[in-house]
């Protein structure tokens, strides 16, 4: 097949394919071979693809050589893209019931060359859930918030998403691409809730702290890590810090942030322009097409070009259907060949294991947007005459949020979640291996895990030690009285979805150009269609004790779009 060639039948491709292996292996130019086997999806599904090429096997006119070829091409099939053998159980059994046949009927050299069970398990793909309970030996460094460098958060950041990142396959891709989310796509999703999860972390910290001075300091040395991300060629992390950092919950801080340096100032704002949708994010583009050797993209950018691309593009080049459209093919593989190569290129970083699980622990906090928006203003208030004449108006909101029908929450699923969190802080924390926390060993928690009660509080026997049992109750406790609290009755309307937004019962992304998204009227939470009678978010209305203005930007952070310049918040 000729170079340039904008179209072709799904035979001649095959044909071609064939065509490029000798009775040796590999004789010629791989490379759209290559880009048929990962992209043959699109219009193609790969039993269909298996079977074409096993009766083409079977022909009475098929040589021997041909023979060689077609059990080469099958082979390298199999040694490139070895994911979809072992999460296809239909097309696994079918290169394993023909290389049986094979050898039945003597065809031993053939049956070698296919040999199934070569395939590597990507069972790990079933177990996201759960976490390395193996702690290598302790590091004697602190591992206080306001103790680690800023080098060494921009790291471990680095390879908590580079190792999320690495477990993304082509399936994946594919599948949010022709579903427009992330439903039933456990891994893609997991990396977009990490990406989150970095962004809220980092507005915990900040308001954590009780005096100006303090979150300011906290807020200067964030921008230290995200200078460092910038220096590690790490452009997604880069963009979740710059994102929790001028989110609006903390860029209406005014006297926190007539404290940062103009200095800091300045350098925030350069890395702002570095992630910036302008130009389609011209400014990223150019840099991270300028970096050698590790980078990591903002994924939500690429996934952004792969919907455009299907979109655009027709798969078939006639009305027919008979000829693939050869160019939205190659634009799709550029894409995707670019993302699969960033995983061969892992970050020179020596990690260290105690910090990881620190920050896996700390990362698995939630608070709703709402919930850090109420802490951001009881850090600073609105102007007193302004707070005085919204009083009155919420008392009514209070009432609708009384008569609200509650959530039945299930007790065992809340008791394992609290279980396993527990479990976690101990491992962590529990530095003596005690088996209780002591004081100096929750204050370490508390600069973890903003938010946290006294020591008191926790410990109901007064013994001086937090034992596990007293820490499950403190949280079954916290958890109950909040739920008594909550409303979550919503007024939702359909609207489309232009940019990709997260669902705030699955976390999953949602974006489409036909009403894709359920949003409700009076407090703004997103969802989608499925999750509606699903979602647990309590319903709290926007009113004027919290100000439209302050919702200007987008409330809930999307890894696929950059977050507004602070400057521009109230």
């Known amino acids: ?58 022909e009475e006119s098929c040589s021997s050589c041909r023979q060689l070829q077609i059990c080469h091409l099958i082979k390298y099939w199999m040694s490139e893209f070895p994911a979809e053998f072992d999460l296809n159980p239909e097309l696994a059994n079918q290169i394993r019931e023909f290389r049986e046949l094979l050898s039945a009927n ?29 702690i290598t030996k302790k590091s004697k460094k602190s591992l206080l918030f306001d103790h680690l460098e800023a080098s060494e958060l921009a790291e471990h950041f680095t390879l908590l998403e580079y190792r999320s990142f690495c477990k993304i396959l082509f399936q994946d891709y594919h599948s949010f691409v022709m579903h427009g989310c992330t439903v039933d796509n456990p891994i893609l999703e997991r990396f977009i809730t990490l990406f989150n999860s970095v962004s809220q972390w980092i507005q915990l910290m900040v308001l954590s702290k009780p005096t100006a001075p303090q979150r300011a300091a906290v807020i200067s040395h964030f921008i230290k890590v995200a200078k460092e ?41 350069s890395l702002v322009d570095v992630v910036t949708s302008s130009g389609n994010y011209s400014n990223y583009r150019q840099r991270f ?36 459209n050869l160019v939205k093919t190659q634009q799709l593989y550029s894409i995707l060949q670019e993302l699969a190569l960033i995983q061969t290129t892992p970050p020179s970083i020596t990690e260290r294991n ?43 909101v209070i009432a609708e949020w009384s008569s609200s029908v509650k959530a039945k ?31 100096e060993e929750f204050q370490s928690i508390k600069n973890n895990f903003p938010f946290l009660n006294t020591f008191d509080d926790v410990d ?51 974006w489409g150009p036909y009403k894709q998204r359920y949003k409700c009227k009076a407090c703004g ?12 978010v309590e319903c709290r209305k926007r009113t004027a004790s919290v100000g439209i203005e302050d919702f200007a930007c987008p409330r809930t952070r999307s890894l696929s779009f950059p977050p507004p310049v602070a400057s521009h918040q109230t």
């Open 460 to 510: 109901r026997n007064q013994d001086g030690r937090i034992s596990p049992e007293e820490m499950i109750e403190y949280f079954n406790k916290a958890i109950s009285q909040l739920s008594g609290k909550m409303g979550f009755v919503h007024t939702f309307v359909e609207v489309h979805s232009i940019k990709p937004t997260r669902c705030d019962h699955c976390a999953g992304v949602i």
């Open 525 to 536: 939470v997103n969802c989608h269609k499925a999750c509606c009678d699903s979602l647990s």
């Open 354 to 396: 105690d910090l990881l699980n620190l920050l896996m622990v700390s990362l698995t906090q939630y608070h709703s947007e709402e919930d850090i928006y109420q802490l951001s203003l009881q850090r600073e208030p609105r102007k007193t005459e302004r707070t005085m004449s919204i009083t009155s108006s919420q008392t009514p």
């Open 1 to 58: 097949m000729e170079n340039g060639t904008q179209s072709a039948t799904v035979d001649e491709l095959v044909e071609a394919s064939i065509k490029v292996f000798d009775a040796e292996g590999p004789s010629g130019d791989v490379s759209l071979t290559r880009m048929f086997l990962m992209m043959h999806s699109w219009y193609l599904s790969s039993t269909e693809l298996a079977k074409t090429l096993l009766a083409k096997l079977q």
């Open 409 to 439: 929450t299930d007790p065992a699923i809340t008791s394992k979640h609290i279980q396993k969190m527990v479990e976690s802080v101990f491992k962590n924390f529990d530095t003596d291996g005690d088996g209780h926390i002591s004081q």
């Open 229 to 269: 991300l910038l220096h590690l060629q790490n452009f997604n992390t880069l963009m979740a810090v710059v994102g929790g950092l001028s989110h609006s919950s903390i860029s209406r801080l005014k006297d926190t942030q007539a404290l940062i340096s103009s200095e800091d100032q300045k350098l925030f704002n």
């Open 106 to 134: 003597g065809h031993n050299h053939l049956s070698e060359l296919i040999d199934i069970e070569s395939v590597p398990s990507y069972s790990w793909r079933h177990q996201l859930g759960e976490q390395s309970q193996s």
């Open 289 to 324: 097409s300028e970096c050698g050797g590790f980078r990591f993209p903002i994924l939500g950018v690429h996934l952004k070009d792969l919907i455009a691309v299907h979109v655009a593009l027709p798969d078939w080049s006639d009305g027919a259907k008979s000829r693939v």
